[in-house]
């Protein structure tokens, strides 16, 4: 029986900064992930990005990255990422986003 897939979904917006940090860090524990039986896959959510986060992201070492055209905020990049991740069997999502929303923001989250 081979292994069962975890995958990470980043939304990302403008991100070209800390987007390959962060693909990186994930790659790092890969190896660690593995060891209790688990394979990892790193969706990057590119939500309109006009800094060369996609690309960044893809040169970091994401399995997948997903465009959005223009931003389209953080539901519809979880959206798009929990989309791309059903063709695996059993997928289960457990969502935990790092950000915080503020209410003077009309919507927009904030990763921290």
Not at 48 to 70: E, M, P
Not at 81 to 94: I, Y
């Amino acid at each position: 029986m081979g292994l069962k897939k975890i995958v990470v979904m980043v939304p990302a917006f403008n991100e070209a900064e800390t987007i390959a940090d962060t693909v990186g860090g994930l790659r790092r524990i890969s190896s660690q992930i593995e060891a209790v039986g688990l394979s990892l896959s790193i969706y990057v959510i590119d939500d309109g990005s006009a800094d060369g986060t996609g690309d960044l992201a893809r040169g970091a070492g994401a399995d997948r990255v997903l465009a959005h055209r223009v931003n389209q905020g953080l539901g519809a990049a979880v959206r798009t990422g929990l989309r791309a991740a059903q063709p695996h069997r059993g997928l289960r999502a457990h969502l935990r986003p790092p950000c915080r929303a503020d209410q003077n923001d009309a919507g927009i989250a904030h990763a921290v």
